[in-house]
T-cell receptor, first 111, second 115 residues
Framework: AQSVTQPDIHITVSEGASLELRCNYS??????LFWYVQSPGQGLQLLLK??????LVQGIKGFEAEFKRSQSAFNLRKPSVHWSDAAEYFC?????????FGKGTRLHILP | GAVVSQHPSRVICKSGTSVKIECRSL??????MFWYRQFPKQSLMLMAT?????????EQGVEKDKFLINHASLTLSTLTVTSAHPEDSSFYIC???????????FGPGTRLTVT
């Protein structure tokens, strides 16, 4: 079975600073990878996904992620965070007809 | 984009009672819907897949008789937690698939507290 590891439970960055959220996966073949954001009172929203092709994928809200097969990594990045980016972020991998989620990283933004 | 709603957003019930959570696809039809459970500081765990017109498919370890799922129409799936206990307190989230592989539209979730 596939799994997803998000090693950081909490991350705190200052507004305007750059952000990187880590994600590692375990899967033998090329995985289907996702990043979701969960804000209070709102459903999970897909930020971006990787299926194949260019390993650097652009998403919504200025986020990007890079698929690094050699490191089994799919880290999420943003060059300059905004206070509204404070939320829970989930990395996920597709398996069969299901999505397997990591435990999430809570992002805190300092003013 | 496609919208999925859940009702109620929060519910408090007494131990031993049953509570129903509704999941609706507002502007599209869904023959399948997914039900997840999320514990605090934990991942979303898939509980079951509801199928319109047939029985739900439950994940291993999920009690079918406790978590009753009904997919009554192409826009409505319900999860009923029967004889609820405090350990059933959790955040329940539903989703409906989109057109492309692994695309899912998530509802805002329902916070269940059993006292």
């Amino acid at each position: 079975a596939q799994s997803v590891t998000q090693p950081d439970i909490h991350i705190t960055v200052s507004e305007g600073a750059s952000l990187e959220l880590r994600c590692n996966y375990s899967y033998g073949a090329t995985p289907y990878l996702f990043w979701y954001v969960q804000s209070p009172g709102q459903g999970l929203q897909l930020l971006l996904k990787y299926f194949s092709g260019d390993t650097l994928v652009q998403g919504i809200k200025g986020f990007e992620a890079e698929f690094k097969r050699s490191q089994s990594a799919f880290n999420l990045r943003k060059p300059s965070v905004h206070w509204s980016d404070a939320a829970e972020y989930f990395c996920a991998v597709g398996e069969g007809d299901k999505i397997i989620f990591g435990k999430g990283t809570r992002l805190h933004i300092l003013p | 984009g496609a919208v999925v709603s859940q009702h109620p957003s929060r519910v408090i019930c007494k131990s031993g009672t049953s509570v129903k959570i509704e999941c609706r696809s507002l502007d599209f039809q869904a023959t399948t819907m997914f039900w997840y459970r999320q514990f605090p500081k934990q991942s979303l765990m898939l509980m079951a897949t509801s199928n319109e017109g047939s029985k739900a498919t439950y994940e291993q370890g999920v009690e079918k008789d406790k978590f009753l799922i009904n997919h009554a129409s192409l826009t409505l799936s319900t999860l009923t937690v029967t004889s609820a206990h405090p350990e059933d307190s959790s955040f329940y989230i539903c989703s409906a698939p989109g057109q492309i592989p692994y695309e899912q539209y998530f509802g805002p979730g329902t916070r269940l507290t059993v006292t």
